[in-house]
């Protein structure tokens, strides 16, 4: 079994930064896939950045410009740093794998910009 736990969210000011954190329970030479996602209040989950084993990245048009995503391969983690933020990147974020064929997800870091 795969254990994914996000941590960095927190309230943030528009314009401001954050930088999630995905520490995995494995190499991430094992993991094809980690990605972002995140879920505004009475919305559905939607895919915000995606890494690949191989280093290819692909962003949400929304995080296009703003957001990065990478990994560390020494600490199991993948990052997501969160610039320009704005109110609308208010959600709750969450960590995905795909591990040998099989989906994991951590339990999600809630992310609130506010002035």
């Known amino acids: 079994q795969v254990q994914l736990v996000e941590s960095g969210g927190g309230l943030v000011q528009p314009g401001g930064s954050l930088r999630l954190s995905c520490a995995a329970s494995?190499?991430?030479?094992?993991?094809?896939?980690m990605g972002w996602y995140r879920q505004a209040a009475g919305k559905q989950r939607e895919l915000v950045a995606i890494?690949?084993?191989?280093?290819?990245?692909n962003y949400a048009d929304s995080a296009k410009g703003r957001f990065t995503i990478s990994g560390d391969n020494g600490k199991n983690t993948v990052y997501l740093q969160m610039n320009s933020l704005k109110p609308e990147d208010t959600a709750a974020y969450y960590c995905?794998?795909?591990?040998?064929?099989?989906?994991?997800w951590g339990q999600g870091t809630q992310v609130t910009v506010s002035s």
């Open positions: 995905r794998a795909i591990v040998r064929g099989s989906n994991y």
């Open positions: 494995e190499s991430l030479f094992s993991i094809n896939v």
């Open positions: 890494i690949t084993s191989g280093g290819s990245t």
